[in-house]
């Protein structure tokens, strides 16, 4: 029988008080923080072009970013309530870890390693990506079968590495690397010709080739050999702020392929149709199932528009990248961009 004295009540409350302190938020109640608080805090990348990048007056544009403005309109009620923390890829995981960010919405793969060895759950595919190659179209080379004993420039603690390995091993290509620390680096490096090859996701490949001094002497390879489904991540421990991160990003997907754009908002208010009744929050508590007021995706969708909209101004057709739409093109349109429906 265990007996409890006066003093080991006193030092057991004493752990828990410790415990609780220096508990990261996403184990705690992220949305209660973030309305206290008054700010979303989002981890974005530090420069990708279509995905998260500052102009000259610091204002960030960009697909992540506009998930990131997204969530904070329906949580915070302002999609301008957002402070943007650009991160690298050694420390993206780490500053969600540690609470220092609320999400992290920044070309990250969702895989089983990450969600499982790192305590973080993907709330969603916001892109399908796949990795790529790009190479001088001086080079003559044509297809990616070509490039063995090709020196092949890729970014440290990214999927890419391994993938490279894995291409080259499976295809019996002898492979030389040049492993550098930030996309950046990367791009210069092979700007400067110490590599043959420059190698990360195709989406990312659009985006450095427009930096490169001529960029139509540098072709992307048709080959992708990789999945890459990239997402907005949040911290494992906190279910309800995993769902509103899902959630919002499924009610963007959705309002796309129900026809409610950014413009026609207020006669979506008026819809008969059940499916765009629930998601303006006029049918059903959903917003409340959430922990929000009913109208959590109009405030979303106000803020930024639909997917379509997002993606077609960031990366698509209205920007330089002018990337197809491939993959994520809603699944009634030829692709595979799906969400789950309010209900």
Request: charged share 20%.
């Amino acid at each position: 029988m265990l007996k409890f004295t006066s003093r080991s009540v006193v030092l057991a409350a004493a752990i828990i008080a410790v415990l609780i302190t220096n508990t990261p938020p996403g184990n705690a109640q992220t949305l209660k923080a973030i309305q206290v608080r008054g700010t979303l805090n989002c981890g974005v990348g530090q420069g990708l072009l279509g995905f998260s990048s500052q102009d000259d007056q610091n204002n960030w544009t960009g697909l992540d970013v506009d998930i990131c403005r997204a969530i904070a309109a329906s949580v915070i009620g302002d999609p301008a309530k957002v402070t943007f923390t650009p991160l690298d890829a050694a420390t993206r995981f780490p500053a969600l870890q540690s609470g220092k960010i609320d999400v992290l919405s920044r070309n990250s793969t969702w895989t089983m390693s990450r969600e499982t060895s790192l305590g973080l759950m993907f709330a969603g595919v916001a892109y399908y990506d796949g990795q790529g190659f790009l190479v001088r179209r001086e080079s003559g080379v044509d297809t990616a079968l070509q490039l063995s004993g090709k020196t092949v420039c890729t970014q440290t603690g990214t999927t890419s590495e391994l993938n490279l390995v894995d291409y080259f091993r499976a295809n019996d290509m002898s492979l030389k690397t040049l492993a550098v620390g930030t996309a950046e680096e990367s791009r210069k490096a092979y700007e400067d010709r110490k590599c043959d090859v420059l190698t990360s996701d195709v989406s990312q490949l659009y985006a450095e080739r427009l930096k490169l001094a001529k960029p139509n002497s540098h072709v992307i390879l048709p080959e992708v050999i990789s999945k890459e489904p990239l997402g907005p991540a949040v911290r494992q421990g906190d279910d309800q702020w995993f769902n509103l991160v899902k959630w919002t990003l499924y009610a963007l997907i959705n309002a796309e392929e129900l026809g409610v754009k950014s413009a026609n908002i207020d006669d979506a208010l008026k819809s008969s149709d059940p499916n765009v009744r629930r998601l303006v929050g006029i049918e059903g508590e959903f917003g409340q199932q959430l922990g929000l007021s009913n109208d959590w995706a109009v405030r979303a969708l106000r803020a930024t528009g639909n997917y379509g909209e997002i993606y077609e101004r960031n990366v698509g057709t209205q920007s330089p990248l002018s990337i197809p739409r491939g993959l994520n093109a809603l699944w009634t349109k030829g692709g595979i961009q799906y969400a789950p429906p309010v209900r």
